[in-house]
């Protein structure tokens, strides 16, 4: 039997198309997210995952289509509310931020979504979520440091604090692990490993590149090409090297070992 919890939907997307300048950047998009589940997106570059992302974190309206996010459906509800709901990070909101706040003002900051913490009033409890938020990444020691002095993978690590300042009902990472070297890339998916297997935590979405970047945890796939959703559902069901293979156009295989992916071409790597 199903739980109440896990049948709560926190998002849903039907019937979405996305049109710019005559061009189709997202067709015929359905799409469902429950609660308790961990997805990856994956999908190659032009495949339309940020503008994916984009709708589901309100910042953008499609062409055709409903989306409904934690209950509050887009052109029906006020979206600036309902944003500061969704925890996001991505490398645009990395380069906005100051980067001689220290990393505790930077956290703190997301619970009102500002950049900065000196266009609001906190108090005591407020400063203390944001420090428990970096230990729950495994930045508190670095709680009074400055954001421009931390790695690049410290620097996704707080801006994952900062999302989760709010208690968020829906986190989604828009490829967080982008110019990581391999220990902040390593460190960073252990940190959404924890995350992943706590079941205190959101709904994720992590979007990626790369199978050997999926957490461990993660529970779904979608994998998006052209626009158009080509897979979706149990992670395990939709990582097949004959639906990888369809998704970027060449011949893949795939594997998951110790409860990691990896992905190799077989064969000429001449597009299909």
């Known amino acids: 039997?199903?739980?109440?919890?896990?049948?709560?939907?926190?998002?849903?997307?039907?019937?979405?198309?996305?049109?710019?300048?005559?061009?189709?950047?997202?067709?015929?998009?359905?799409?469902?997210?429950?609660?308790g589940e961990r997805w990856v997106l994956l999908g190659p570059n032009g495949s339309g995952k940020s503008s994916l992302c984009q709708i589901v974190t309100l910042y953008q309206h499609p062409s055709r289509g409903t989306v409904s996010v934690l209950g509050g459906e887009?052109?029906?509800?006020?979206?600036?509310?309902?944003?500061?709901?969704?925890?996001?990070?991505?490398?645009?909101?990395?380069?906005?931020?100051?980067?001689?706040?220290?990393?505790?003002?930077?956290?703190?900051a997301g619970k009102h979504a500002a950049l900065a913490h000196w266009w609001n009033t906190y108090d005591g409890?407020?400063?203390?979520?944001?420090?428990?938020?970096?230990?729950?990444?495994?930045?508190?020691?670095?709680?009074?440091?400055?954001?421009?002095?931390?790695?690049?993978?410290?620097?996704?690590?707080?801006?994952?604090a900062r999302a989760l300042m709010t208690d968020p009902g829906l986190l989604v990472?828009?490829?967080?692990?982008?110019?990581?070297?391999?220990?902040g890339r390593e460190q960073l998916i252990q940190t959404l490993t924890r995350l992943a297997r706590d079941p205190q935590a959101p709904p994720l979405i992590v979007v990626t590149h790369h199978v050997d970047e999926i957490p461990p945890g993660f529970t779904h796939a979608l994998l998006l090409a052209g626009g158009q959703i080509r897979a979706a559902g149990p992670?395990?069901?939709?990582?097949?090297?004959?639906?990888?293979?369809?998704?970027?156009?060449?011949?893949?295989?795939?594997?998951?070992?110790?409860?990691?992916?990896?992905?190799?071409?077989?064969g000429s790597a001449e597009p299909l």
């Not at 919890?5 to 996305?18: D, F, K, M, N, Y």
């Not at 990472?173 to 220990?183: I, K, S």
């Not at 998704?247 to 409860?259: K, N, P, Q, S, T």
């Open 1 to 35: 039997m199903v739980s109440v919890t896990e049948s709560v939907a926190v998002l849903t997307i039907s019937g979405v198309r996305l049109v710019r300048d005559g061009t189709t950047i997202l067709d015929d998009i359905d799409w469902q997210v429950r609660a």
């Open 74 to 108: 887009l052109g029906r509800v006020d979206v600036r509310a309902l944003r500061r709901r969704i925890g996001v990070t991505s490398a645009a909101l990395a380069a906005m931020m100051p980067r001689t706040l220290t990393t505790e003002q930077i956290v703190v």
């Open 125 to 160: 409890d407020d400063w203390e979520q944001a420090r428990t938020c970096l230990a729950r990444v495994g930045c508190r020691g670095h709680a009074e440091q400055r954001f421009e002095t931390l790695s690049s993978g410290e620097r996704q690590r707080v801006l994952l």
């Open 173 to 183: 990472l828009d490829e967080p692990t982008a110019g990581l070297d391999l220990a």
């Open 235 to 266: 992670i395990a069901e939709v990582l097949t090297s004959e639906r990888l293979t369809d998704c970027f156009g060449i011949c893949l295989a795939v594997e998951r070992r110790h409860d990691r992916w990896r992905a190799w071409a077989t």
